[in-house]
């Protein structure tokens, strides 16, 4: 591979910038309506998991294991696109949610606004 | 306030689950496209002076110091809308980006695709 082949930011080579915690953050977009629906983390075998199979797995900071989404709820996230960013640090999914994303039940996560310093749910 | 009030994931009351280092990620997307833009993160100086501002202000992990995107390219996000997600510990910024959000010159930071373990840059 040529310097430029294996840059980090102009390369086609997947090196992913994992922190300290062997973590990357992983933000999931609706595919159909655009809206952003969770953000989560991953460790490598969360990403290699969500590539071979398709649907998204993070790893849980709280419960430090593996976590595929949906496993209890059934409200899996089916991808359609990954995306991964300029230091490959974060990466971006589109998918299409069996169900509401959020463990409240709502759609998305992002169900409250910022307004004045207060959040106030979105219609 | 009551105690429905004062829950991170019910109530209204802004109260955002920092990291250990302080900081929470937040995502930005273009208000008019809702393609997703960027993802960095914020501390608490860098979450008030974008809700006084209007202005995304983030903290460089690399540099260690309150960044005001675009500080250095002109290319500043004015902010339209702001959201937090149930457990509080991430934020969704919409913003109208003055120029390429990305500091390769790409609107997003966002433009290799993931696949089959490998980059290809989007249309």
Known sequence: MTD??????T?????????????????????SSGELLMLAYMNAEAL???Q?????????????RLWK?????GNILTVT???IDCDQDAVWIKAVPAGPACHTGQNS???RKIISGKLELIE
């Open 4 to 9: 430029r082949e294996n840059d980090p930011e």
């Open 11 to 31: 390369g086609s080579r997947l090196q992913p910038k994992y922190d300290s915690n062997g973590l990357i953050a992983a933000v999931v977009s609706d595919d």
């Open 48 to 50: 290699q998991r969500t």
């Open 52 to 64: 071979d199979s398709g649907v998204a797995h993070f790893y849980s900071r709280s419960r430090q």
């Open 69 to 73: 989404k949906g496993e209890t709820s």
């Open 81 to 83: 696109e990954m995306r």
């Open 109 to 111: 996560c992002f169900y």
